[in-house]
């Protein structure tokens, strides 16, 4: 199994609802991490976990709460969003491959806040 | 500040055409990766270079990493409808930081 999965493939939210997203691997990877892109502009890198512990916080606001549950799993908790948190969000997964670090990513999750 | 630039930001052609795409940066990588993305979708890793001066050929596409590895090229000859999409540079910087270039949207007319 060489696939990055993502749940859900669309999500509409208004500014006070809670929701998550989530994404799975069954590669054995050890590092897992959530992009933020936005039309036209290359992904930006918000989280890294690895060996299932954050590794890597870009500065994210609060309202984005990552979780690992375990070494397959990894959720993008969402509270108290802003329309400009509208993007597509991807997770990818990777594992050190003679020390560089080649990313397979899932298809997305496009997130619109109302 | 972006440390990889990515020349041309678009491009536009006739299927059957050649093009170039280059990824440039004034940083030393130890290796660097290219994806492809079409729209609403997750990039794709096409190859990975490591060896300054390396080539690699997957069927039309030829990418080069500079001899000082600061700089990366893809060729793509005889373009067809279904390269189309955003290609992007990327390299490690620290860890497992992973940094993108400034992305190059080619469209190929039929």
């Known amino acids: 199994d060489t696939e990055v999965t993502q749940t859900p493939k669309h999500l509409v939210m208004g500014m006070t609802n809670k929701k998550s997203l989530k994404c799975e691997q069954h590669?054995?990877?050890?590092?897992m991490y959530w992009y933020k892109q936005k039309a036209k502009k290359p992904p930006e890198l918000m989280f890294v976990?690895?060996?299932?512990?954050?590794?890597i916080n870009e500065s994210v606001p609060s309202r984005f709460s990552p979780e690992c549950p375990n070494s397959s799993l990894l959720n993008l908790h969402l509270h108290a969003l802003q329309p400009e948190d509208s993007a597509l969000y991807l997770c990818?997964?990777?594992?050190?491959?003679?020390?560089?670090?080649?990313?397979?990513f899932g298809p997305g999750t496009r997130l619109t806040v109302l | 500040t972006q440390l990889l630039e990515q020349s041309p930001q678009f491009l536009s052609i006739q299927e059957g055409e050649n093009l170039t795409v280059y990824c440039n940066s004034s940083?030393?990588?130890?290796?660097l990766q290219w994806y492809r993305q079409e729209p609403g979708e997750g990039p794709v890793l096409l190859v990975t270079?490591?060896?300054?001066?390396e080539v690699k050929k997957l069927k039309r596409l030829t990418f080069q990493f500079g001899d000082a590895r600061k700089d990366s090229s893809l060729h793509i000859t005889a373009a067809q409808p279904g390269d189309t999409g955003l290609y992007l540079c990327?390299?490690?910087?620290?860890?497992?930081?992973?940094?993108f270039g400034t992305g190059t949207r080619l469209q190929v007319f039929p």
């Open positions: 990818a997964s990777s594992q050190d491959r003679g020390g560089y670090n080649e990313q397979f």
């Open positions: 590669m054995g990877h050890r590092a």
């Open positions: 976990y690895s060996y299932e512990k954050l590794s």
């Open positions: 940083s030393v990588f130890s290796s």
């Open positions: 270079v490591v060896t300054g001066g």
């Open positions: 990327a390299a490690s910087l620290r860890g497992d930081k992973l940094i």
